[in-house]
């Protein structure tokens, strides 16, 4: 009895840490987990890691929050970019294309919500999208806002 109790406890316990943890996660944090930087950079500027394939500079990418919502939901079919968005091709549709199979060669990346593609897509506009030249306060977007943060330093004010 007293033991059912205290597993019941902690499976509240879990459920109270994991919720809120979800419910704030800010754009920084879905790029981070989603390993957009693999490809990408630390600081999407295209400096990805050698072991994945190269993603261009989102600091320099043309589309509008729209195109890039589009993008990151729906993935490039036929290259490396995958699609984000849960249920993409096959729940909700994409390029307008009817909702179906996910296409040939589309590759499947983190599967988000459309609120965290929201999230994600406010963050990339207002930190990324027209920055080529990084300084410091941009850095520290992707850095819990800390400007100090060793990643950080070699940037200009
Ligand atoms: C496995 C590598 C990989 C991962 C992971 C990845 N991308 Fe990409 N991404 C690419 C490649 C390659 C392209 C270029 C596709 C093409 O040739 O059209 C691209 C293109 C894009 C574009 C279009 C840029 C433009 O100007 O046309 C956006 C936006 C983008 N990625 C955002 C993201 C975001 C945000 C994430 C994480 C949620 C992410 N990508 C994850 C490889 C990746």
Redesign the pocket.
């Known amino acids: 009895m007293a033991r059912s109790f205290v597993m019941a406890l902690a499976a509240v316990a879990t459920l109270a840490l994991v919720v809120p943890a979800h419910a704030q996660d800010g754009g920084a944090n879905v ?1 981070l987990k ?3 930087a ?3 950079g630390n600081l999407a500027d295209g400096d990805g890691d050698p072991a ?5 500079s ?1 600091r320099k ?3 509008d929050a729209d195109l ?1 919502r589009e ?2 939901s729906c993935g ?1 079919p036929g ?4 699609f ?1 968005l849960d249920g993409a091709y096959t729940k909700t549709s994409c390029y307008g294309v009817p909702v179906g199979a996910v296409p040939d060669q589309t ?1 499947k ?2 599967q988000l919500t459309e609120q965290q593609i929201k999230t ?1 897509v406010d963050f ?1 506009v207002a930190n990324v999208v027209g920055q080529a030249r990084l300084n410091k306060k941009y850095c520290a977007a992707f850095n819990e806002g800390n400007q100090n943060a060793p990643e950080c330093l070699q940037y200009p004010q």
């Open positions: 790029w989603s390993a957009c693999n490809c990408h994945y394939p190269p993603g261009p989102l990418t043309k589309l890039l993008t990151i490039r290259t490396k970019m995958p984000h590759a990346g983190a994600l990339l």
